[in-house]
C-alpha cells in the first residue's frame, strides 16, 4: 500500500463469495466461533487504533501509518469475515452478536 493511503489494495467485491461450498465449513463450531470473533474484533480496530496511537505518541509516523493504512486494512479484514461468516451460516444474527460483543470490547479498550 502507498504511503499515506486510505484505501486498500483490495475489496470485497475482489472475493467470490459465491463460490463458497458452505457444506464444507458449516458444522465445524471451531471454526464458526473464531471467524465471527474475528470479525468482531477486527471491524472494531478503530478501537484499538486509538490506543496505539496514545502508545506511540509523538510518533507521527507511527501514528499516520495507524490511522490511514493499518486501521483502514484492519476494518476490512473484518469485513470481509462478516460477509463469509453471513454467507455460511445465514442464520446467524450476526448484527444481534456483534452489538453485545461491541459493548463489551468497547468498555475493555477504552481501559486500554
Known sequence: MPANSTRPLWSLADIPYGA????????D???FYLLAGAS???ILSDLYTRNLVSYYA???????WLE???EVE???????LR???????????WERAFAGFRQDYSASAQQG
Open 20 to 27: 463458497i461450498d458452505p457444506q464444507k465449513i458449516v458444522a
Open 83 to 93: 460477509q463469509y461468516v453471513e454467507t455460511v451460516w445465514p442464520d446467524f444474527d
Open 74 to 80: 484492519e476494518i476490512q479484514h473484518g469485513r470481509a
Open 40 to 42: 468482531f474484533v477486527e
Open 29 to 31: 463450531t471451531d471454526w
Open 58 to 64: 509523538g510518533d507521527e509516523e507511527a501514528i499516520a
Open 68 to 70: 490511514k493504512e493499518w
